[in-house]
């Protein structure tokens, strides 16, 4: 792909300051919702909503469908922490600044950079998908993520997938990653971390998307210590 174009469009969903604990920030909330949704619909997905808050609406797509094919649901959120104390930061949070080859801004790494990539995997493959994808997309993950469980606890099936694919969490140290698994749901499918594998494995030490597969139509567990991410 350009990695140009990549950069200017990363560059674009950084700008905006969507921080969902502040009022003031309800409009940009809502203006990275609807840069997902654009996203959604250039991917060709048929279906594409805003859900449960007209302000940091959950984003919901529905990809292109593949009969026979399993479903992946991909989880990722929009909104970004508060970016205080700004006298800590070099470059302004909302003025994307790339830095020894590295990009910095509010968001980059939790979540904007993991949602974008996933995206731009996706949009890169072309053509007909391998999976039925749904997209599952919020704006009140730093803020304890109410919307989401109200709309789930209403309308369960929407997690109903074969697999979950999360990116939230943070690398071990740097290009490495940490990888959260678990099998369906049951009393012992607890989530655990593969360092050891990838000490074992070049290919997971390579990796730079982190997984987390679910049971299909189980509400999904939101604790921090449970998901997984991508580094910016």
């Known amino acids: 792909m350009d990695t140009d174009r990549l950069l200017r469009e990363l560059t674009d969903f950084l700008r905006i300051p969507s921080v969902s604990t502040n009022p003031s920030h309800n409009a940009d909330c809502r203006a990275a919702a609807e840069w997902v949704a654009g996203e959604l619909r250039r991917l060709g997905c048929r279906e594409v909503q805003f859900l449960a808050s007209d302000t940091h609406p959950v984003v919901w797509g529905v990809g292109p469908e593949v009969p026979g094919a399993p ?11 508060p970016p205080e104390p700004l006298d800590e930061w070099t470059t302004p949070p909302f003025e994307p600044a790339v830095r020894d080859g590295k990009l910095f801004a509010r968001g980059a790494a939790d979540d904007k950079g993991q949602v974008f990539c996933l995206l731009k995997a996706i949009e890169e493959r072309g053509g007909r ?3 039925n994808f749904r997209f599952l997309i919020e704006g009140e993950e730093e803020y304890g993520s109410r919307v989401l469980f109200e709309l789930l606890r209403r309308e369960p099936e929407r997690t109903r997938a074969d697999a979950v694919l999360i990116a939230d969490m943070a690398y071990i140290a740097p290009r490495w990653p940490a990888v959260y698994t678990t099998r369906r749901a049951g009393p012992r499918s607890t989530p655990r971390c593969a360092a050891s594998a990838m000490r074992r494995s070049p290919c997971a030490r390579r990796s730079r998307i982190c997984t987390r597969a679910s049971s299909a139509a189980r509400r999904p567990t939101r604790t921090k210590s449970s998901l997984a991410c991508s580094a910016a």
């Open 71 to 81: 479903t992946l649901l991909i989880y990722g959120h929009y909104d970004v922490q």
């Open 129 to 131: 998908p391998p999976v």
